[in-house]
């Protein structure tokens, strides 16, 4: 079946300006996950949400970051004022409740200038 | 210092050798112990998984977890040139929520 997508694949924007980036995670997956994996580096956990709700918001690194699921299908990461250290790949997983299993889609690159 | 440093190598080895790689944690309310494989501009798939100390073997692959060192390791055996990837561990101290990982071994396998 079809596995977690991502887009847009890349994005490219200027300093300042908000960007929103998109997961659609595995049909029935109750769980979702937002990382990002800088440049030679392991990945970073921004948030988890279990159906609509964010039980664990840690890991988000300011308040410019922000994000939203709609029931338990899409979710948005919204990222405002864009600065030059958000350049990373942006990477959503997904899991059955319960499941220690992960899914992770191929991520967003977002590049700010 | 972070909770999980990983050697971020990279590592070269010639096709049938066997390939250790290890991470240490500090953290030790940390149970539950992943690998994932990496490729070029791939999201991570997830190779093993172990829950607590002990070892786990699937196929070429075996997991070892050493929870009174905070060290955990990933062999692979008779390493084949499609093994050449990044390798992430990664942990958490539930079944479910944030996993924390390495930064990632970069490996390849030479034909």
């Known amino acids: 079946g079809a596995g977690v997508s991502q887009s847009p694949s890349n994005k490219v924007t200027e300093k300042g300006k908000d960007v929103e980036l998109r997961c659609d995670p595995i049909?029935?997956?109750?769980?979702l996950y937002w990382y990002r994996q800088r440049l030679g580096q392991g990945l970073e956990f921004l948030i988890y949400?279990?159906?609509?709700?964010?039980?664990?918001k840690s890991g988000l690194p300011s308040d410019r970051f922000s994000a939203e699921r709609t029931g338990e299908s899409v979710s948005t990461l919204t990222i405002q004022r864009t600065q030059q250290e958000d350049s990373a790949v942006y990477l959503c997983?997904?899991?059955?409740?319960?499941?220690?299993?992960?899914?992770f889609g191929p991520g967003t690159r977002l590049l700010v200038l | 210092q972070k909770e999980v440093e990983q050697d971020p190598g990279p590592l070269s080895v010639p096709e049938g050798a066997i390939v250790s790689l290890n991470c240490t944690y500090s953290?030790?309310?940390?149970?539950?112990f992943m690998w994932y494989r990496q490729y070029s501009r791939k999201g991570p798939e997830l190779l093993m998984y172990?829950?607590?100390?002990g070892n786990k073997e699937d196929g070429r692959f075996t997991a070892q977890v050493d929870k009174s060192s905070k060290y955990i390791s990933l062999f692979i055996r008779d390493s084949q040139p499609s093994d050449s990837a990044t390798y992430l561990c990664?942990?958490?101290?539930?079944?479910?929520?944030?996993?924390?990982f390495g930064d990632g071994t970069t490996l390849t396998v030479k034909p």
């Open positions: 953290n030790s309310a940390f149970q539950y």
């Open positions: 172990t829950y607590s100390s």
């Open positions: 949400f279990q159906g609509n709700s964010a039980p664990d």
């Open positions: 997983a997904s899991s059955l409740q319960g499941e220690e299993t992960q899914y």
């Open positions: 049909s029935g997956h109750t769980a």
């Open positions: 990664a942990m958490r101290n539930t079944n479910a929520g944030k996993s924390t």
